[in-house]
């Protein structure tokens, strides 16, 4: 069973910066798109980044746009740097691999940005 490992979260300020960095060891990595989704509290899941396998495109959400960068190292990181943070940015953070036939996910990370 493959478990992807995401960095530890944090608290910051609203227009504070943290950066969640998310490893996947046992796959190769430039097989898997690898993408960053979010579930705050009361809400459904909401899928906030994407990079496809080679790192050359990136999709975001609206909610997240401009904000927040996803990129992926030569080995299997991926980090998602986020930046003016909001207090609605406040969940719980999932890293995830994926390709036709395999989805794998991480445990989730807290991130809590307070007023």
């Known amino acids: 069973e493959v478990q992807l490992a995401e960095s530890a979260g944090g608290l910051a300020q609203a227009g504070g910066s943290l950066r969640l960095g998310c490893t996947a060891p046992?796959?190769?990595?430039?097989?898997?798109?690898r993408c960053w989704v979010r579930q705050a509290p009361g809400k459904e899941r909401e899928g906030i980044s994407c990079?496809?396998?080679?790192?050359?495109?990136s999709w975001y959400a609206n909610s997240v746009k401009g904000r927040f960068t996803t990129s992926r190292d030569n080995a299997n990181t991926v980090y998602l740097q986020m930046d003016s943070l909001k207090p609605e940015d406040t969940a719980v953070y999932y890293c995830?691999?994926?390709?036709?036939?395999?989805?794998?996910w991480g445990q989730g990370t807290q991130v809590t940005v307070s007023s």
């Open positions: 995830n691999a994926n390709r036709v036939g395999n989805d794998y």
């Open positions: 046992g796959i190769t990595s430039a097989d898997y798109a």
């Open positions: 990079v496809n396998n080679n790192g050359r495109h």
